[in-house]
């Protein structure tokens, strides 16, 4: 089992530029969560997803923030334009019931 | 006042001791609990589900209060490899909003 899996790892980018951070759940996964981790605020929740349809995008945190979910086996964060503040690692998880799976993580530094 | 509230850490201990973490959580129809464990810069990992009845996996033992909404992680007999972030996790009612709390840090020294 591949587990969750995200692309990139690592981004850097120059501020003002389109970031998009990819992810494919574990396969059967219902669920799919998109998270921001810093470590002046911790894990946030950006956006969920049930069955390819957005639940909750309460926390994204600004329209430069969009997330899509065209299919079960894959989704898109994007950041445009991009700004300093927006580094952090950014988390896809999947469940199928109650407790998520984590992928590794793409780390963004937006200079 | 946060959703879910954990001890603020770090906890520094030395190998072979018992530790614990609490955590409380404000929404009483939260349904489901657990706690994850997070190593330096890599992602959550499920640690172990908290039941009302109380589970215990190894030398972990995790507890739920929901009078009091309260769930704690007792470790025993602490290893160096025990180093990590301890994350409470909260799933409130309909099954899909996860709320983290914000972690405890624990060192385990030689």
């Known amino acids: 089992d591949a587990g969750v899996i995200q692309s990139p790892r690592h981004e850097v980018t120059e501020m003002g530029q389109e970031v998009t951070l990819r992810c494919k759940p574990i396969?059967?996964?219902?669920?799919l969560f998109w998270y921001r981790q810093t470590m002046m605020r911790g894990l946030e929740l950006l956006i969920y997803f049930n069955n390819n349809v957005p639940i909750d995008d309460s926390g994204m945190p600004e329209d430069r923030f969009s997330a899509k979910m065209p299919n079960a086996s894959f989704s898109t964060l994007k950041i445009q334009p991009s700004e300093p503040r927006d580094s952090a690692v950014y988390f896809c998880a999947s469940s199928l019931v109650s407790f998520q799976y984590f992928g590794p993580g793409t780390r963004l530094t937006v200079t | 006042r946060k959703e879910v509230e954990q001890d603020p850490g770090p906890f520094n201990v030395p190998e072979g001791a018992t530790v614990a973490f609490n955590c409380t959580y404000s929404n009483s129809a939260s349904q489901s609990f657990f706690w994850y464990r997070q190593d330096c810069r890599k992602e959550p990992k499920l640690l172990m589900s908290?039941?009302?009845s109380g589970n215990e996996d190894g030398r972990f033992t995790a507890q739920l209060n929901r009078a009091s909404q309260y769930i704690s992680l007792l470790i025993r007999d602490s290893k160096l490899s025990d180093s990590a972030t301890y994350l409470c996790v909260v799933l409130n009612t309909g099954g899909f909003k996860t709320i983290f709390g914000a972690g405890t840090r624990l060192f385990v020294k030689a």
């Open positions: 396969s059967g996964h219902n669920s």
């Open positions: 908290v039941y009302s």
